[in-house]
């Protein structure tokens, strides 16, 4: 199986910054990374893309980053991390780790997902 951690969440000033990490720890070594993502929810709304991340390190970002967020991995990716500045959060929102491994030789698909790390803009 594969068990991600969040963390970094918190409070951030209107225009601070802030770094979230997600740590993935692989038990089956038949599993294979194939790409590792940052999604977001806020209250009432659907989860969205921020930013994923493929095995081949091209990144693609949502609309809405603007060139503000950076997402990037250890080589071994068992660490992701999003870089994210210039932060305006209106509402609080819950930042979710997200990761797609390949399994054996069929190479069959499993998406897994973190627990979430919450981060609120200061008032």
């Known amino acids: 199986q594969v068990q991600l951690v969040e963390s970094g969440g918190g409070v951030v000033q209107p225009g601070g910054s802030l770094t979230l990490s997600c740590a993935a720890s692989?038990?089956?070594?038949?599993?294979?990374?194939?790409?590792m993502a940052w999604y977001r929810q806020a209250p009432g709304k659907q989860r969205e893309l921020v930013a994923q991340?493929?095995?081949?390190?091209?990144?693609n970002y949502g609309d809405f980053v603007k060139g503000r967020f950076t997402i990037s991995k250890t080589d071994a990716a068992d660490t992701l991390y999003l870089q994210m500045n210039n932060l305006n959060l209106g509402v609080p929102a819950v930042f979710y780790c997200?990761?797609?491994?390949?399994?054996?030789?069929?190479?069959?698909?499993?998406?897994?997902w973190g627990q979430g790390t919450q981060v609120t803009g200061a008032s």
């Open positions: 997200k990761a797609m491994y390949e399994y054996g030789f069929r190479l069959s698909r499993h998406k897994f």
């Open positions: 692989v038990s089956d070594h038949m599993y294979s990374f194939n790409n």
């Open positions: 991340i493929r095995y081949n390190d091209n990144t």
